[in-house]
């Protein structure tokens, strides 16, 4: 006997409608504190007063500081992938990496402190980290279908080598950020320039698109 679930109350839903619009309000306060001070100078009173609810609005809906951060990392991760999925299925093949590393580049020089706090956070706790080391494999999984689309499997070499690009273009945003070493740093103009420069020799991105022939089309 199947049965039948009671309907959501007009009460209920208003309270969860609000209790999404203060979840939504908290994570997008993290971000804009987070673009004028380090992690470590944002208290959860500043925090839920600069979003507008009281800190039990925020214990209500995240047990720690730890905990709201892992969730800015989610909604991070969800953003990056919208940004990526959109720029691999519009940008032609002659502009793509450019447009990829410009976009990435861009969102985490203006996140910066944001990224700097997530990287500061991977280096006490190792298992925080393997969601993200999940999306730059899916990075580089995509980019590889991307180019296999065009009617032509990889070598192991040359698949090796799309992956390591996108380990270098990775791996040289966060240090970057996180160490700023110069001498082209990641504000400036030529950070993007030479960060597409390498990426492009490293994958051999225009001889595989060369060897791959015509875009098959969809």
Known sequence: MSTVAAPVSADRRIKQERGRRTYDALIETGFALLEQRELAAISIAALAKAAGYSTGAFYARFHSKDEYFDALVAH????????????????PDDRLINELLEDLVRYYWKRRRFWRAALIRATRD?????????????????????????????????????R??????????????????????IGQKRFVEKLVGAFLIVADYDHLIRAAGPAVPK
């Open 76 to 91: 991070h991760l969800e953003r990056r992938k919208r940004a990526r999925d959109r720029l691999l299925a519009l940008v």
């Open 164 to 185: 390591f690009a996108v380990q270098l273009a990775l791996g040289t945003v966060n240090n970057a950020i996180i160490n700023r070493p110069g001498p082209i740093f």
């Open 126 to 162: 190792p298992v925080f980290w393997e969601p993200i080391r999940l999306h730059g494999r899916e990075f580089a999984d995509l980019l590889i279908e991307r180019i296999r689309a065009r009617g032509r499997d990889l070598t192991h070499t040359e698949d090796t080598n799309v």
